[in-house]
């Protein structure tokens, strides 16, 4: 693993911007990875049809806490609509570092519960190409199994590939026109 791509995730992962509760909050998510047991929530706080606010909270490795508090930076100030169009690519970008395949759902998780919490949409992000390709996603739920594996320097991956993946999504206080979704 080379020094810098360790430092730049240990560094947000150790010192993570935008971590904690919010309240007040008007949207939550709660989502988990099934590969190795990321567990990860978000508050947010909307103004004017804007994310004025926002926390993440939860647990698990480094890369998937470290992208969470990059991606955190760049998401206050976005306008909910544009939530719903941001896809795996944006994020991995913004992380700047190679992502394998068995940590690709590790990166991606945040944008997944922040996803899901602003338009209700649970699933997990893919590229553009990925979407464009007749295959589907290569972030399917199917085959996790085969790519269990120790995850990084901070912790061990647990044995979670026969956990059910769970996701809650609710608004709290209607900010408009919104209808209610997710486990209410």
Request: proline content about 5%.
């Given at each position: 693993?080379?020094?810098?791509?360790?430092?730049?995730?240990?560094?947000?992962?150790?010192?993570?911007?935008?971590?904690?509760?919010?309240?007040?909050?008007?949207?939550?998510?709660?989502?988990?990875?099934?590969?190795?047991?990321?567990?990860?929530?978000?508050?947010?706080?909307?103004?004017?049809?804007?994310?004025?606010?926002?926390?993440?909270?939860g647990h698990g490795c480094a890369i998937s806490q470290a992208s969470a508090s990059i991606a955190s930076q760049e998401l206050k100030g976005m306008q909910l609509e544009?939530?719903?169009?941001?896809?795996?690519?944006?994020?991995?970008?913004?992380?700047?570092?190679?992502?394998?395949?068995?940590?690709?759902?590790?990166?991606?998780?945040?944008?997944?519960?922040?996803?899901?919490?602003?338009?209700?949409?649970?699933?997990?992000?893919?590229?553009?190409?990925?979407?464009?390709?007749?295959?589907?996603?290569?972030?399917?739920?199917?085959?996790?199994?085969?790519?269990?594996?120790?995850?990084?320097?901070?912790?061990?991956?647990?044995?979670?590939?026969?956990?059910?993946?769970?996701?809650?999504?609710?608004?709290?206080?209607?900010?408009?026109?919104?209808?209610?979704?997710?486990?209410?």
């Amino acid at each position: 693993m080379d020094d810098l791509y360790r430092d730049y995730i240990l560094e947000h992962y150790k010192r993570p911007h935008n971590f904690g509760e919010l309240d007040p909050h008007d949207l939550e998510g709660l989502e988990h990875n099934p590969l190795c047991g990321d567990e990860l929530g978000v508050h947010i706080r909307v103004k004017d049809g804007r994310i004025e606010d926002l926390r993440f909270h939860g647990h698990g490795c480094a890369i998937s806490q470290a992208s969470a508090s990059i991606a955190s930076q760049e998401l206050k100030g976005m306008q909910l609509e544009d939530i719903g169009k941001l896809d795996a690519d944006w994020m991995i970008e913004l992380l700047g570092i190679p992502v394998s395949a068995t940590r690709r759902k590790c990166a991606l998780l945040n944008l997944k519960v922040v996803r899901g919490a602003v338009t209700g949409d649970n699933s997990w992000p893919v590229s553009s190409t990925e979407a464009e390709s007749p295959r589907g996603s290569a972030i399917s739920n199917v085959g996790d199994e085969e790519l269990a594996e120790p995850v990084d320097v901070e912790r061990e991956a647990i044995g979670a590939r026969d956990t059910i993946p769970t996701s809650e999504h609710r608004i709290l206080k209607p900010t408009g026109n919104e209808e209610p979704h997710g486990n209410d």
